[in-house]
């Protein structure tokens, strides 16, 4: 089983910075994807940034520039420094695990950004 425990959502004012953790547990693939999804309120969920078990990442237009990614492999900890926030990253953010074929989610951390 794999377990994924997010930490650090909460409110901030725009221009505001918040940093997001996931840590990831039981049976972990030294090979994986770890990265971050957001649903905001009657959206779609969509993809924000992943990273891979060698360091590569992806973002989305969107969030360029202002978020970044990182992981601790040590740890099976992922990371998202979201800085310059704006109102419409509002959302609820859940981090997610891809290996062996299989994709595994965390209950998500929602992120308000007041105008």
């Known amino acids: 089983q794999v377990q994924l425990v997010e930490s650090g959502g909460g409110l901030v004012q725009s221009g505001g910075s918040l940093r997001l953790s996931c840590a990831a547990s039981?049976?972990?693939?030294?090979?994986?994807?770890m990265g971050w999804h957001r649903q905001a309120s009657g959206k779609q969920r969509e993809v924000v940034a992943v990273i891979g078990s060698f360091g590569s990442t992806n973002y989305a237009d969107s969030v360029k520039g202002r978020f970044t990614i990182s992981r601790d492999n040590a740890k099976n900890t992922v990371y998202l420094q979201m800085n310059s926030l704006k109102p419409e990253d509002t959302a609820v953010y859940y981090c997610?695990?891809?290996?062996?074929?299989?994709?595994?989610w965390g209950q998500g951390t929602q992120v308000t950004v007041s105008s």
């Open positions: 039981g049976s972990i693939s030294r090979i994986n994807a």
């Open positions: 997610k695990l891809l290996q062996m074929g299989s994709d595994y």
